[in-house]
């Protein structure tokens, strides 16, 4: 089964950048897309970043998305951290028969 | 305004059925594929399964496939989550959501229903 992990946190301080992976368990995670979405606590989630490396309308440019071939990785990026990123992250990509997966999340906390 | 609005909180038994709902409106209902997303206490996010309210052609994750059923009634813009016999471990937040057309990433989340089965 395709898995897809993330840490389990990771944290910084504020107007530092943070760099969350998201490791592909076979395969090329480069064959499919990967999305991020973040979720605060007691919300829905929301998404940030689509098909690698696009931002929805309204995401903040501070946050980027890209793909590392050579370690089966995505990453989501997020610059100029304020408190408000402070929240769940979650990467997600398709197996091979194109059913959607999601990483494990990772907690980002801004300290 | 796109919207997606789930039904209220549901407390109940196991063994029981239930069936919880999401409402589209501000857009063509029929032409968007919505998603069905699982949140069990305190884990992360696991894709349920997918339907097109046009013809409600439906994609199951392999891991729940026979546990539960998605269904759509494009007439009142709804689609359902509904289960036969209930489990403890169905306990969880639920969240509908709107796949974009044409990418394939989830631009709009209903509110989330929260599902508690307990004797």
């Known amino acids: 089964n395709f898995m897809l992990t993330q840490p389990h946190s990771v944290s910084e301080s504020p107007g530092k950048t943070v760099t969350i992976p998201c490791t592909g368990s076979?395969?090329?995670?480069?064959?499919?897309?990967v999305q991020w979405y973040q979720q605060r606590p007691g919300s829905a989630p929301t998404t940030v970043i689509y098909?690698?490396?696009?931002?929805p309308s309204g995401v903040p440019d501070r946050f980027s998305g890209s793909i590392d071939s050579s370690s089966n990785s995505a990453s989501l990026t997020i610059s100029g951290l304020e408190t408000e990123d402070e929240a769940d992250y979650y990467c997600?990509?398709?197996?091979?028969?194109?059913?959607?997966?999601f990483g494990g999340g990772t907690k980002l906390t801004v300290l | 305004e796109v919207q997606l609005v789930q039904s209220g909180a549901e407390v109940t038994k196991p063994g029981e059925s239930l069936k919880i709902s999401c409402k589209g409106s501000?857009?063509?209902?029929?032409?968007?594929?919505i998603a069905w997303v699982r949140q069990m206490p305190g884990k992360g996010l696991e894709w349920m399964g997918i339907?097109?309210?046009?013809?409600?052609?439906?994609k199951y994750s392999p891991s729940l496939q026979g546990q539960v059923t998605i269904s759509a009634d494009k007439s009142i813009n709804t689609v359902y989550l509904q289960w036969s016999s209930l489990k403890a471990s169905d306990t969880a937040m639920y969240y509908c959501?709107?796949?974009?057309?044409?990418?394939?990433?989830?631009?709009?989340w209903g509110q989330g229903t929260l599902v508690t089965v307990s004797s």
């Open positions: 959501a709107r796949q974009h057309r044409g990418h394939d990433w989830l631009d709009y």
């Open positions: 501000g857009y063509t209902f029929s032409s968007y594929w």
């Open positions: 339907i097109f309210p046009r013809d409600s052609e439906t």
């Open positions: 076979s395969g090329s995670i480069a064959s499919n897309y």
């Open positions: 098909e690698d490396d696009q931002s």
């Open positions: 997600q990509s398709y197996d091979s028969n194109n059913h959607w997966v």
